[in-house]
Nanobody
Framework: QVQLVESGGGSVQAGDSLRLSCAAS????????MGWFRQAPGKAREFVAA????????YDTDSVKGRFTISRDNAKNMVWMQMNSLKPEDTAVYYC?????????????????WGQGTQVTVSS
């Protein structure tokens, strides 16, 4: 069983930066792929970024690549997402998720554990 707790969200202006954190419990965290997803009101949950146990990364190229960076520290059971040059369209609840399989999936249904989410609001 894995528990995930996100933090670091908030209300910022366009162009600002935020760093989201995800603290994970569980001895097998280092074997899991980890992902960040987001969900805006009235929209489906969408993939943002993922990182494998070894540090390989994948991003939703169209929306965030070049602005967001995912990283992890297996010794600390932590995953982060640095978000720069934020835009109003980045406004959403951001979720951390864990996938017990080794791949870098962008499909929410393939993730096994989810955090409660943290709100990010970007105003213009």
């Amino acid at each position: 069983q894995v528990q995930l707790v996100e933090s670091g969200g908030g209300s910022v202006q366009a162009g600002d930066s935020l760093r989201l954190s995800c603290a994970a419990s569980g001895r097998t965290f280092s074997t899991y792929a980890m992902g960040w997803f987001r969900q805006a009101p009235g929209k489906a949950r969408e993939f943002v970024a993922a990182i494998s146990w070894s540090g390989r990364t994948s991003y939703d190229t169209d929306s965030v690549k070049g602005r967001f960076t995912i990283s992890r520290d297996n010794a600390k059971n932590m995953v982060w997402m640095q978000m720069n040059s934020l835009k109003p369209e980045d406004t959403a609840v951001y979720y951390c998720a864990a996938d017990v399989r080794p791949g870098l999936s962008s499909t929410p249904d393939e993730y096994d554990y989810w955090g409660q989410g943290t709100q990010v609001t970007v105003s213009s």
